[in-house]
């Protein structure tokens, strides 16, 4: 199956051809961690807005590179070249080939590197045993984390995680040209996952959701706070958007976003109300009247957090003006 596009986040793009064979080659610099699913998300949403291809293959065979003559094994790192038979493309670029057979290069890091940095951690954890099926994903027109245009942004080889990834790039599809099915993209968010829907999803809402609906998406991303499924990270950048983007959201959205902040900055679980708190502060700073609707209830909650990030000394500074609108003036 083939698909192609011809916008992306809703602006006209325009698209690369690919060669017949691709080859991943060259040692490229520092892509950022190993892909957790969060991660794997985020560059999977990243990759399909630069005008991505998609492609399962199945591996026939495995080979081995040959170093440099005199290079230290411990030193470099590893190479093996992958032959994929049985190629299908589930998303392309218009007018490029779809061989049936592909080479690709995978890398292992050198086994005297302290860091996971560099182009083997989109390929830690992947099964490259012969009969296995992978999930690749490039951008023949733009580069990616590894720093070398033919590498790949994402590999998977768990079966579970290729149904997933596929369903993933028919909901981009989708969105782009029914930006309202980001509510359904949300609400698989906010489930418990294991990453990759969720760091797809507030990614792309990020990237692409305010020149699309910019109420929307500040709803959507107001959702995430606090939930299981968004983790962490996703809470945190959902929380900058929103503060970042303060001025311009509707006041309706203002409200609502503020309402879901001191609710997560009144919780009890300190990996929520820390960041809260700093979106909290930032919103104070712009607004110093939108914490004067807290209720009695969440401000209590409020107080003993903020208390304790202030007696941990995450809080280095006093704010005398928002530890007012706290009730805990002189305190």
Same mark, same amino acid.
């Given at each position: 199956?083939?698909?192609?596009? =011809? @916008?992306?986040?809703? @602006?006209?793009?325009?698209?690369?051809?690919?060669?017949?064979?691709?080859?991943? *080659?060259?040692?490229?610099?520092?892509?950022?961690?190993?892909? @957790?699913?969060?991660?794997?998300?985020?560059?999977?949403?990243?990759? &399909?807005?630069?005008?991505?291809?998609?492609?399962?293959?199945?591996?026939?065979?495995?080979?081995?590179?040959?170093? #440099? +003559?005199?290079?230290?094994?411990?030193?470099?790192?590893?190479?093996? @070249?992958?032959?994929?038979?049985?190629?299908?493309?589930?998303?392309?670029?218009?007018?490029?080939?779809? #061989?049936?057979?592909?080479?690709?290069? $995978?890398?292992?890091? #050198?086994?005297?590197?302290?860091?996971?940095?560099?182009?083997?951690?989109?390929?830690?954890?992947?099964?490259?045993?012969?009969? %296995?099926?992978?999930?690749?994903?490039? %951008?023949?027109?733009?580069?990616?984390?590894?720093?070398?245009?033919?590498?790949?942004?994402?590999? $998977?080889?768990?079966?579970?995680?290729?149904?997933?990834?596929?369903?993933?790039?028919?909901?981009?599809?989708?969105?782009? =040209?029914?930006?309202?099915?980001?509510?359904?993209?949300?609400?698989?968010?906010?489930?418990?996952?294991?990453?990759?829907?969720?760091?797809?999803?507030?990614?792309?809402?990020?990237?692409?959701?305010?020149?699309?609906?910019?109420?929307?998406?500040?709803? !959507?991303?107001?959702?995430?706070?606090? *939930?299981?499924? +968004?983790?962490?990270?996703?809470?945190?950048?959902?929380?900058?958007? &929103?503060?970042?983007?303060?001025?311009? !959201? #509707?006041?309706?959205?203002?409200?609502?976003?503020?309402? =879901?902040?001191?609710?997560?900055?009144?919780?009890?679980?300190?990996?929520?109300?820390?960041?809260?708190?700093?979106?909290?502060?930032?919103?104070?700073? !712009?607004?110093?009247?939108?914490?004067?609707?807290?209720?009695?209830?969440?401000?209590?909650? &409020?107080?003993?957090?903020?208390?304790?990030?202030?007696? =941990?000394?995450?809080?280095?500074?006093?704010?005398?003006?928002?530890?007012?609108? &706290?009730?805990?003036?002189?305190?």
């Amino acid at each position: 199956m083939r698909t192609t596009l =011809s @916008t992306i986040c809703g @602006t006209t793009a325009l698209w690369a051809v690919g060669p017949a064979v691709i080859m991943f *080659s060259g040692i490229a610099l520092a892509q950022s961690t190993v892909q @957790t699913g969060y991660h794997k998300g985020e560059l999977l949403a990243r990759a &399909l807005e630069h005008t991505a291809a998609v492609f399962t293959g199945v591996v026939s065979e495995v080979r081995a590179v040959t170093p #440099p +003559a005199g290079a230290d094994p411990s030193q470099i790192s590893r190479e093996r @070249t992958i032959r994929l038979n049985s190629v299908d493309w589930l998303l392309a670029p218009p007018n490029t080939p779809r #061989p049936p057979e592909l080479t690709v290069r $995978a890398f292992d890091p #050198p086994t005297r590197s302290k860091t996971l940095d560099g182009p083997w951690a989109v390929w830690q954890g992947i099964d490259l045993k012969p009969g %296995t099926k992978l999930l690749l994903v490039r %951008t023949p027109g733009a580069q990616p984390p590894s720093g070398d245009s033919d590498q790949p942004w994402v590999v $998977a080889s768990q079966p579970a995680q290729l149904t997933e990834i596929a369903g993933i790039v028919r909901t981009f599809t989708a969105l782009e =040209s029914d930006f309202s099915q980001a509510a359904g993209l949300m609400e698989q968010v906010r489930q418990p996952n294991d990453g990759i829907i969720a760091g797809f999803g507030i990614t792309y809402l990020l990237d692409c959701g305010a020149r699309r609906n910019l109420a929307q998406t500040a709803g !959507l991303l107001t959702s995430a706070i606090g *939930s299981a499924g +968004a983790t962490e990270k996703g809470w945190r950048e959902s929380l900058a958007w &929103l503060t970042s983007s303060w001025s311009r !959201l #509707p006041e309706a959205n203002r409200n609502q976003a503020r309402d =879901s902040i001191v609710a997560a900055a009144a919780a009890p679980n300190a990996s929520l109300y820390r960041p809260a708190f700093e979106a909290l502060m930032d919103i104070y700073s !712009l607004d110093p009247g939108a914490l004067a609707a807290v209720s009695p209830a969440s401000k209590t909650g &409020l107080q003993q957090n903020y208390r304790s990030l202030r007696n =941990s000394g995450a809080i280095p500074q006093r704010n005398a003006g928002f530890e007012k609108a &706290l009730g805990l003036e002189g305190q």
